[in-house]
């Protein structure tokens, strides 16, 4: 089959198309044609082995500490049952179905367990639409109900409101009840306003977190602001829930949540199938939108790469797999 190889770390161009053997399935799993699928800065981070200093080591050890383990990058994947193993009864060959494994999915096709982060596509979507949300939806969900425990009438910021995380975390926070402020460049705040922000705020223009403004949780989607900055901003019993963090933001996280008021919340999301099934209900009852880029053929991969590096996408960006020829 076609697929995106990748045999060390660097620039967006150690990527290339070649030819790989055909997954396949055990008796648990699925085998998914791919139709669609999505470049994310998770994506970024380990072709580029683009890891905080800190955490350079762990992310290595579990990446490939010379060259990468897995030679078929992508996380993320939409398209149609092509078969099933022998033990799976919830999917059927031809149902469309979309989510979230470790690698592979850059490629024709991708073998998933049946109980996996996998789930069938909500009727009103595209393949390419449901494409863009596993990633930034599921991160989302899971920062803010599990990590920031969002609740109903609190005050949510979004720092990087139109990215493939903060767009989704916009929408989400509105489902949840929130009353939403989103962060974002000028150009992109309409965006944010049509998505359900509240209140715009213009991050070259405004200091965000001078603390004219007091919010319950603050979601950095992008790292650009600390802890010590995120206080100012935050009410007595606020959360600062950053994407990406360091070894020294567990010790203040620990120390946040018996010293003062205000607490830093980090952690890792996880991907499971009752949560993108969560999310898929979100989409059916119109709380939830996708939002894409761009679109790129599977020979603009590095091009695909180059656009999320730069940090200021709208939405996912979204890699279209060659359909029907494999080698086309």
Known sequence: MRAVIQNRYGSP?????????DPEPGPEDLRVAVEASAVTTGDWRLRAAAYPPSLWLPGRLYSGLRVPKHKV???VFAGHVESTGSAVSRFSPGDRVFGMTTHGTHAALVCVGATSCVARIPDALSTEEAAALPFGALSALVFLRDMAALRSGERLMVIGATGGVGIHAVQIGRAFGADVTAVASAASLPLASDM????LLDYALTDVLSGRRRYDVILDTIGTASFLQARRALRPGGRFVPLNFGLADVAVSLASQVIGSRRLRIGIGSDRQADLEKIAGLVSSGQLHPVIDGVWPLDRIGEAHARVESRHTHGAVILRMPQPDRGA
């Open 13 to 21: 161009q150690v990527l290339r198309l070649g030819d790989v053997p």
């Open 73 to 75: 990058p992508g996380t």
């Open 196 to 199: 359900g922000a509240s209140h």
